[in-house]
């Protein structure tokens, strides 16, 4: 389990206040959000040369176009925060190579379930920690995360193949825990190595303990303690996701 | 020189009358234009994977996006008639394939010379072929094919950096003479093989004619005149596009 110690002695206090989260942090959550949907692009348009028929070429194209428009929805709010939009994506151009790198997918069955799975972990992630964003950046992440309707596609065409085919199953019941566990390194590393994002997590887990009406917790526990709590909100939402394709977690 | 004489014992005499054109071949055009339009998406979509800067990226991926809704336009026309979308462009899946192994680029300046020339002639000859199409989609058509705006993204950067390049400009000039060799052949190709096109480009050529105050031909006369037509109109524009670009044609 990570923490941001290595960080700690050169990172500022966790902010406690209700002010709105430092600019920069929110530049760096846009950024990333922008960039990830930049590379559901990239492999959406992938999907869709390479589909077996018209139909879902047609289909996948569209998504891809969408994820575009909620990339640069995401890139109008870092102009409008006074930031470059490709220094903001452009940051994170490497975040997912070593993933991608450890998970090719070797059939269309687990491309599907990557994109379903593995990105899901990452939207998930962005999701928790959009919760220490401002007001307007968090709807706008919130949003666009929401949008992904290409789940819907791997759920419904996942669910047809597997119903029918236990080997196909059990192999993509494997398969997704290969994901999870590689896309669980990834949000480890980017806490450990961003203390911009640890900071946004941190005053995500206050605003949640507050709204459920916790006692806040003394500062150093928040900055410890969140990322724990991120990592097992993560792996239960990969559960409720195995669970709905009827796949064993 | 093609002409379509293979076919003309099964094809219906050119419709000299001012009737609209058969819906059937009407769908055929469109079905072309969507497949083009779909191959643009493709293309863009790896090119704003692999391209250079962040900034490229952006912008490719927004024409790609670009080209998705222009096909879909085409393809609602498609649906308006009463036609298949799926079926209307899958017939074309494989017209550029043969295009494409042929004319591989081996640099970054050979690709985008290629999106401009190449298939700057397929839209070209879907413009002239247009002409023969009843009005409105006629106007989808022409409309969709004048906003390509990715062509002047490759202008730019071709002409800056083959201005101070002498190498690297007669190479490309080299480059545009066998790209548009082999996208005359798929034109070419694409008359023998599909009698729905031949006979909207006579039609076309018709109503140019008469638009032009001109007699009109004898029937035989225009669908063998029509082909020899296109081929040098098409050849015309080529040469206005190297000379843009300040390349020899």
New interface residues.
């Given amino acids: 389990m990570t923490t941001t110690r290595p960080d700690a002695a050169s990172q500022p206090a966790v902010d406690r206040s209700d002010a709105p989260a430092n600019s920069a942090d929110v530049v760096e959550l846009l950024g990333l959000v922008a960039h990830l949907e930049?590379t559901a692009?990239?492999r959406l348009?992938?999907d869709?040369?390479i589909a077996p028929?018209?139909?879902q070429?047609?289909e996948l194209?569209?998504f891809?176009?969408a994820a575009?428009?909620r990339?640069?929805r995401v890139?109008a709010r870092v102009v409008e925060l006074g930031a470059e939009?490709?220094v903001a994506?452009?940051q994170f151009?490497d975040v997912l190579v070593d993933f991608d790198e450890r998970t090719q997918p070797s059939t269309w069955w687990e491309r599907l379930l990557k994109a379903y799975v593995g990105y899901g972990v990452a939207d998930d992630f962005c999701r928790i920690v959009a919760e220490g964003l401002d007001e307007r950046s968090r709807e706008i992440v919130l949003e666009v995360l929401d949008d992904a309707s290409h789940a819907d596609l791997a759920v419904t065409e996942l669910d047809a193949a597997g119903s029918d085919d236990g080997v196909l199953t059990s192999r993509l019941a494997l398969w997704g825990r290969r994901l999870v566990g590689e896309a669980l390194g990834v949000v480890q590393g980017l806490l450990t190595q961003r203390p911009a994002l640890a900071r946004l997590l941190a005053r995500s887990d206050e605003r949640t303990a507050a709204a459920n009406g916790e006692q806040p917790a003394p500062a150093a526990a928040v900055t410890t303690n969140a990322p724990a709590k991120v990592f097992s909100e993560l792996t239960a939402q990969h559960t409720r996701r195995m669970s709905r394709l009827g796949l064993t977690p």
């Fill in positions: 930049h692009f990239v348009a992938n869709s040369a028929t018209v139909g070429r047609l194209s569209r891809a176009a575009v428009e990339r640069d890139l939009p490709e994506m452009g151009v």
